[in-house]
């Protein structure tokens, strides 16, 4: 059994792209993740099909399990000889019972290792476009909780001090005493017109500011239905700053929901990042390689074949992972053609493997390249590695052509475990959700989620533009080009037609 080992780390404030490189790459690698309410579900889908992720959420009114349970539980995972992450938003020292599981730990003789995070103190001020410090308004700033252990909040923070420490004041957890907060600072002296702000969902695609004076905020905010926890209120002449981040690009209006793999999700994002699109992923899909004794086979015999036929870059990962590991020289391959089932597929054989496809359809889809392969297979043998629920349409087209092929199951892909589907739509934002598979949409609606009307539909293709029909949607656009290239090319279609 290995040695227990428990890593306490920080998520950050909310965005995935706001979480360490330490973070991230824990996720990667550890057996067990313990995760809390403010963590991004999306970042879970990165850990190992091994990994078993346990929810110990703590929220106001919301509570689902008490901190000595969390302790207990972070210890007894440890002794079973896992590498345990203990995720938590924010910074875990930051208001974080950070410390109470440190001491758990140590009260246990486990070994453990803390890893900061970025704490929403600053982060979500600075989201909303409100800086904690200016030279000209705030040279400090100062960090109070909104939520205490016992009594009244008027009882445990001393007001009379944060009324005369001037600086920004900013307040955790703090919503449901906001009014208390504001009366007991107006009553030390603040005046009331001092400027306030209340920021929810801080960093997120839904985060929501509002802004007024010390005096009007609380009423303002309980009558706001937008207004929701998490939130965090400062208090201060820079909070009627707004510095928020700003961009005249293509997609700057545009918030898009990305459904499938982990890698169609990462690569939609990076794209249309670039071009100023807040990108939403939601990786219902997880690749799994199959160990497979026939492909080993088939490698080991690889002249027997006159093309390799790849139908994506799984396919490809999976192909060249058991070619690996038969420690064949990469020069068996002269004289094969190989087939790419579009541009993109061929993009990336070339850069991961140097490796040029012959023979690319004009049409990136399983039927144009089965129409190719059957004008193209001149009596050779074809190799064809592809998914265990890929299409037939490849193989059909063959078998009545009489050509020689193999076809092998290489990956699976499987629907992720705790994946938020939840698709929100943000005042003032053109709202999108994209589909690259049919399974993504079989596995999106499996989950209950739904799509109201004011969301535009883009999906890849013919055969995910049928999975959404079975599935009651009808109104929708599809990409003029099978890739991720061409979903982002039809989102600035749209958004053209929206000005």
């Not at 345990?84 to 290792?113: N, T």
């Not at 040279?139 to 600086?167: C, M, P, Q, W, Y």
């Amino acid at each position: 059994m290995s040695e227990p080992f428990v890593y306490i780390a920080g998520a950050g404030p909310g965005k995935p792209e706001y979480m360490t490189l330490r973070t991230s790459e824990l996720i990667k690698s550890v057996d067990v993740i313990i995760y809390d309410q403010l963590v991004d579900k999306s970042v879970l889908s990165a850990s190992k099909d091994a990994c078993e992720k346990i929810y110990a959420g703590k929220r106001a009114g919301h509570h689902s399990m008490k901190q000595e349970e969390i302790n207990d539980l972070i210890v007894a995972k440890a002794l079973e000889g896992n590498k345990v992450l203990r995720l938590k938003g924010g910074d875990p020292f930051v208001f974080g019972r950070g410390p109470e599981e440190c001491q758990a730990l140590i009260d246990a003789g486990i070994a453990y290792e803390l890893v900061p995070g970025v704490t929403s103190a600053i982060s979500v001020p600075m989201s909303a476009g409100i800086p904690v410090t200016n030279r000209e308004m705030a040279r400090s700033f100062t960090v109070v909780t909104g939520h205490t252990a016992k009594g009244e909040i008027s009882d445990e923070i001393n007001f009379e001090a944060l009324s005369k420490v001037g600086g920004s004041l900013i307040f955790l957890m703090g919503l449901g005493a906001l009014g208390t907060i504001a009366d007991e600072l107006m009553k030390y002296g603040l005046d009331k017109d001092t400027p306030a702000a209340v920021i929810s969902n801080g960093t997120r695609v839904d985060q929501y500011v509002l802004r007024g004076s010390l005096s009007t905020l609380a009423e303002a905010a309980e009558s706001d239905p937008r207004v929701v926890t998490p939130a965090i209120i400062i208090v201060g002449d820079d909070a009627a700053l707004d510095y928020r981040s700003h961009s005249d690009r293509e997609l700057s209006n545009a918030l898009i929901y990305s459904c499938g793999t982990n890698e169609i999700c990462h690569k939609i994002k990076a794209r249309a990042s670039e071009k100023g699109a807040e990108v939403v992923e939601i990786p219902l899909l997880k690749v799994v390689e199959l160990q497979s004794s026939e492909l080993a086979d088939a490698i080991e015999h690889i002249e027997e074949y006159g093309i390799v036929a790849f139908t994506g870059r799984n396919a490809i990962q999976a192909f060249f992972h058991e070619y690996k590991a038969s420690r064949l020289d990469i020069r068996k391959l002269s004289g094969i053609r190989i087939a790419s089932i579009g541009k993109s597929t061929a993009d990336y054989l070339y850069e991961e493997y140097g490796l040029i496809s012959d023979i690319i359809p004009e049409k990136y889809n399983s039927d144009s390249l089965g129409d190719l392969l059957v004008q193209e297979s001149h009596g050779s043998r074809i190799l064809i590695p592809r998914a265990v629920k890929g299409s037939n349409v490849i193989a059909d087209k063959l078998t009545r052509a009489g050509a020689e092929f193999t076809e092998i199951s290489v990956y699976d892909t499987i629907c992720a475990e705790d994946i938020d589907t939840t698709i929100r739509k943000v005042p003032d934002r053109n709202t999108y959700i994209t589909f690259a598979s049919a399974q993504g949409v079989e596995n999106f609606f499996k989950t209950g989620a739904v799509i109201d009307g004011d969301i535009e539909v883009v999906c890849i293709g013919e055969y995910t533009a049928r999975a959404l029909e079975d599935n009651g949607v009808q109104d929708y656009h599809t990409a003029g080009v099978a890739t991720a290239d061409g979903l982002i090319e039809e989102i600035i279609r749209i958004e053209k037609e929206k000005k």
